[in-house]
């Protein structure tokens, strides 16, 4: 168990709708990270948030977005979900100063 | 029908037998390297990292080997047991914060 919870764990929608996926990162870390992780193109890193601030930006659609709370969970948005948008969703957290990143169970979204 | 997905290269030892998993990086201004390990319907979990300054870093029956010349890492992977069998990814950093990039993987099985 990394000690980074992510909900829900399975996630099934239709196109078009709009989802939410959500991220706890281990105590104490302040950094989260988000990848996507598709059969075609592997792990991609989409976005990381420092302490409720953006850091860095991926490979991140215009139709995704992400925010990090005061309590430092974090949420990343799906909308106008299309059927390659299906994927496993990986959230991951580092403490200060540490390149090392502890990786989230995934939450598998499926859209039909 | 034809399925179409990311063609993992793969790796078949026998227990007991030592495993080479071998990755080729694209940046040569990346200047740390992780290899992790991803078990079937679980998150990637850390194994061993090293720094571009280093040829060479061991760990609990796992090392690294980075050849900075031709880009080249590999994960050498000592008395190869069961539970060593997983897909493993070596990630890059470029120097540019905390993103990291995923290679493709390698999917290890291990014949008991």
């Known amino acids: 168990d990394s000690g980074v919870t992510q909900t829900p764990k399975h996630l099934i929608t239709a196109t078009g709708q709009r989802v939410t996926l959500r991220c706890s990162p281990r105590s104490g870390d302040l950094s989260v990270y988000w990848y996507q992780q598709s059969l075609d193109q592997g792990l991609q890193f989409l976005i990381q948030?420092?302490?409720?601030?953006?850091?860095a930006k991926g490979n991140i659609l215009e139709r995704f977005s992400a925010q990090q709370f005061p309590d430092l969970h974090s949420e990343l948005n799906l909308s106008s979900l299309e059927l390659g948008d299906s994927a496993l969703y990986f959230c991951a957290s580092s403490t200060s100063g540490s390149y090392e990143q502890f990786f989230g169970p995934g939450t598998r979204l499926t859209v039909l | 029908g034809e399925s179409v997905g990311l063609h993992l290269p793969t790796l078949s030892v026998q227990e007991g037998d030592n495993s080479i998993i071998n990755c080729a990086y694209s940046?040569?201004?990346?200047?740390?390297f992780i290899w992790y390990k991803q078990e079937s319907g679980k998150g990637p979990q850390f194994i061993i990292d090293?720094?571009?300054?280093?040829d060479k870093r061991q760990g609990q029956r796992v090392t690294v080997l980075l050849n900075k010349t031709v880009k080249h890492l590999s994960l050498q992977i000592a008395a190869t047991q069961p539970g060593d069998s997983a897909v493993y990814f070596c990630a890059e950093n470029q120097n540019t914060g905390n993103q990291f990039y995923f290679g493709t993987g390698t999917s290890l099985t291990v014949i008991p």
């Open positions: 948030y420092y302490n409720g601030e953006e850091r």
């Open positions: 940046n040569s201004a990346s200047d740390y």
């Open positions: 090293i720094r571009s300054n280093m």
